[in-house]
């Protein structure tokens, strides 16, 4: 007969963090360099750039990659240390509309951007924003302090007044996170587990917004402390705040229509969409919400769907399909 084989949290926390994105990007941000190298703008750039209605109050704080053309920034305002890449090529928007790299109408702040578009932004603070990506009619994408983009917050799962915490990591899988809503009482194994989340949260926290390779986000009022992955698209959503949303080229992840998503990790291929609100939340792969669903306090399961009901409180999934004026509260 085969041995049971014995769950160890923290060994599964160690494994599923191994290769972590976010744990890539926090370390480029703390070696301090743009990925490109950069140069002073000469005089006559620094010109050009106020004839075409840029605004900065300390050039020498914006540093340009070699081959910068100035004809790819205008009308934007700079503050605080700004890196620019050379801007070359174009980029594809929804609807197959094409527009080129660079900078058109938006006030940048202490920002890393990279071969990208950028256009009608009211505010960008503190971001690293990758080749190809766009950030097309956005409010504000900013980062306020240091942020660990939902690592470490606690979802309140089978008791809505507490007692079976499930401690978010970006890369949790449903056994993970099953294992800490059966197991809620105190033990060396739980706390092996909190000692290791603890020192895993500080290696992700991150001095900066982060936003991946080819991530499109547009038409959206606020995202705040957000880490958004390769490829993800945020499209018309009204909040992000406080996120970590996993997405990749095969597997995009997208925030929708009015959604609002905020203290949660969104793993690859997730979409949330048509008004669905989710807050203190993981969403497993392939998981998505949309229909007016609210999910809060809830881990949710790859390949399962909520749809127009209310989550609260529980883990659900995977392959669990959940629809109409549907209610689950407190359930494991």
């Not at 936003?211 to 705040?224: D, P």
């Amino acid at each position: 007969m085969a041995a049971t084989r014995t769950f160890i949290p923290s060994a599964a926390l160690k494994r599923l963090v191994r290769g972590s994105p976010l744990l890539a990007s926090a370390s480029q941000l703390r070696e301090g360099a743009a990925p490109f190298r950069t140069r002073n703008l000469s005089a006559q750039e620094t010109l050009q750039l106020e004839r075409q209605g840029c605004v900065c109050l300390d050039w020498t704080k914006v540093r340009v990659q070699e081959g910068f053309d100035t004809a790819s920034v205008r009308e934007a305002t700079f503050e605080g240390e700004v890196a620019l890449a050379k801007f070359t090529g174009t980029v594809m928007l929804p609807g197959h509309v094409s527009l080129p790299t660079g900078i058109r109408r938006a006030h940048i702040r202490d920002a890393v951007v990279g071969n990208c578009c950028i256009h009608d932004v009211g505010l960008i603070v503190r971001q690293v924003i990758q080749d190809a990506a766009v950030v097309f009619r956005v409010g504000s994408l900013v980062a306020s302090g240091t942020s660990t983009f939902a690592t470490g917050v606690r979802l309140q799962v089978g008791l809505e007044s507490g007692g079976r915490e499930v401690p978010l990591v970006a890369e949790m899988d449903m056994e993970l996170a099953s294992w800490l809503a059966l197991h809620p009482e105190e033990s060396p194994e739980r706390q092996d587990f909190l000692d290791n989340l603890a020192t895993h949260a500080e290696s992700v926290r991150h001095g900066a917004g982060w936003v991946g390779e080819g991530a499109l986000l547009c038409n959206t009022a606020s995202i705040r402390n957000a880490w958004i992955g390769p490829h993800a698209r945020v499209d018309g959503a009204i909040l992000v705040r406080d996120v970590a949303v996993l997405s990749s080229i095969d597997a995009p992840t997208q925030i929708r229509d009015g959604a609002v998503v905020e203290h949660a990790v969104l793993q690859c291929g997730v979409q949330v969409r048509t008004m669905a609100v989710v807050r203190k939340a993981l969403m497993c792969e392939a998981s998505g919400a949309s229909r007016h669903a609210k999910i809060l306090d809830a881990v949710i399961g790859p390949n399962t769907e909520i749809q127009e009901g209310e989550v609260t409180s529980s883990l659900v999934g995977p392959l669990v399909g959940f629809h109409h004026q549907s209610m689950l509260i407190a359930c494991l």
